[in-house]
């Protein structure tokens, strides 16, 4: 019962892996809202959780509906008086491949996974200021971090955020915020027809969802990625390789293509612990090497 005392809010938890994350949070004893576009999917995953003896509450509200996500938050505290976890997982497929794909598509793809979830995060972001505490995780997809043929719209929202991850976790750590991602492999109305039948065998939710637990205590880490699935985890890095000073010139593109091997070799790669340490190296390696010339 390591989250005794932990009031926590799924989002898209009507059913699929946000049903199995509210019910295993719930088990190690949080408080879950239980969110839900469907009011009815939400109020019935809250009432298997209070028939097994926990304490949740089950709310309809789309994450893209700002004051429904407001309304929500505002219930909580009303309910329960803090929030500490929030699990962004609604979501959303409209697959094609890009030739094919109705900008209308893209655009509400984005919509519900990156702006539904900051929007769910920025309605809890005073919240956990205030007390000092907040644990969030975003779910992003290996689509998103490696590509996915037929999934532009969705892979762009998931990678989007994992860069809104990165820059609330470094906005967030002095006031005990700790956010992570997630990357999530299973067998939901979402992966039907993606995967075949005997990969979705292996890939029950349930087995997702204990990647949560590391991201959510009180010792989490911040900034990680889990990558989860079949009771499989690994970590996912976004890093950045020593690379080759070249420096500038009109023969500056021929010699990068020459020193191309050089540039990509991920040898001594390194986990940049905010966005400037791109530019500060930069920088560091020009003054190393002198005055850079520049072809006007």
Known sequence: MRLNGRIAIV???GG???RKHALFLARQGARVVVNDMNGAAADAVAAEIVAAGGEAIGIGASVTDEAAVQAMVERTLAEWGRIDILINNAGILRDKS????????FRLVVDVHLMGAALCCK?????????????IVMTTSSSGLFGNF???NYGAAKMALVGLMQTLAIEGEKYGIRVNCLAPTAATGMTEGVLSEASLKQLDPALVSPALLPLVVDNAPTRAI????AGHFARSYVTLTAGQFIGGGPDAGERLLDAWDRVSDDAGAIVPEYGFTQAEREVASAERHGRVLVDS
């Open 98 to 105: 890009f030739a094919k794909m109705d900008m209308a598509d």
């Open 150 to 152: 037929g999934q532009a």
């Open 123 to 135: 309605a809890v972001w005073a919240v956990m200021r205030e007390q000092g505490f907040g644990r």
């Open 226 to 229: 889990v990558c989860a699935g």
């Open 11 to 13: 989002t898209g938890a």
């Open 16 to 18: 699929g892996l946000g």
